[in-house]
């Protein structure tokens, strides 16, 4: 696929074509502190041999839920989904970067360094072909928009699949592993 095709694509995706809307209907509020992931997927389609596009979905909780008193809600539990880029970035390594968008375009997430560790593989085909299992750690370094306040030095862990022969991989979220934390960013 050429350079310029693989460019109108991302940019399709990230500009959220076809994909679900960024936070939850009605969550207004400031995403503020640390939160801790509950729940969430991601599920990619690789396009060349180091990109890949795809939609993802993660649910944090706020690890100190009490009510703040004052004008601001501060959002206890934030669902974030939309589309996303991913990059192997050292292909030895299996070390990664990733673009999480959403579809309103009010912020994106980038990370980087993130690590996928091989647990297992089986071959998939003959011209050696594999389905990888193993656990990434997405290490989220800069939000804008909404994610503005995001705050280096958090994790977020998800087990699953990359598979070579089909070129789909497959992840779930680990829930309580890792946490990302913000300073406030209003709406």
Known sequence: ??????????????????????????????????????????????????????????????????????????????????????????PVSLILEHVLGTEGRDGFIYTANDTFETEAFVPCDEAGGVVLEGKETINPVLGTGRFAGLQPGGSLVVTGTVNTCTGLNDFEVVPGEGEICFDSSED
Do not use: W
């Open 1 to 90: 696929m050429g350079s310029m095709l693989r460019t109108v694509v991302a940019g399709a995706l990230l500009a959220g074509v076809g994909l679900s809307s960024a936070l939850s209907a009605g969550q207004r509020g400031i995403i503020e502190g640390c939160y801790v992931p509950m729940s969430g997927f991601a599920e990619t389609a690789s396009y060349s041999p180091s990109d890949q596009l795809g939609q993802y979905r993660v649910v944090l909780m706020r690890k100190d839920s009490h009510r703040q008193k004052g004008p601001h809600r501060m959002l206890r539990r934030v669902v974030i989904q939309g589309p996303l880029r991913g990059v192997i970035t050292n």
